[in-house]
């Protein structure tokens, strides 16, 4: 049974800082491309930072110089390093994973998501 769990969301004020952490079980991580997306209220859900199996990284425009992701094959986990947050970074933070599984398929896998929310 394939799982990602996200924890370390939270309310933090503006200027603050995060780390996000999330943990897969079921895969083989490493060979898995993981990402994380957001969803404010109202809005769709929008890519926020990808990494790849081989630790390529893209970010989007309004989080670059800000966020970090990386990743920990040993420890199966992928985090979100986010620092200077600002109001407008409060959503729902969602952990996701493309990868083969043990027949070659691709398969994409979602969390549950962690709040972060950042007040003025």
């Known amino acids: 049974q394939v799982q990602l769990v996200e924890s370390g969301g939270g309310l933090v004020q503006a200027g603050g800082s995060l780390r996000l952490s999330c943990a897969a079980s079921?895969?083989?991580?490493?060979?898995?491309?993981m990402a994380w997306y957001r969803q404010a209220p109202g809005k769709q859900r929008e890519l926020v930072a990808s990494?790849?199996?081989?630790?390529?990284?893209s970010y989007t425009d309004s989080v670059k110089g800000r966020f970090t992701i990386s990743r920990d094959n040993v420890k199966n986990t992928v985090y979100l390093q986010m620092n200077s947050l600002k109001p407008e970074d409060t959503a729902v933070y969602y952990c996701?994973?493309?990868?083969?599984?043990?027949?070659?398929?691709?398969?994409?896998?979602w969390g549950k998501g962690t709040l972060v929310t950042v007040s003025s």
């Open positions: 996701n994973g493309w990868g083969p599984d043990i027949i070659g398929r691709i398969m994409d896998y």
């Open positions: 990494i790849t199996r081989s630790s390529s990284t």
């Open positions: 079921g895969i083989i991580f490493s060979a898995y491309g």
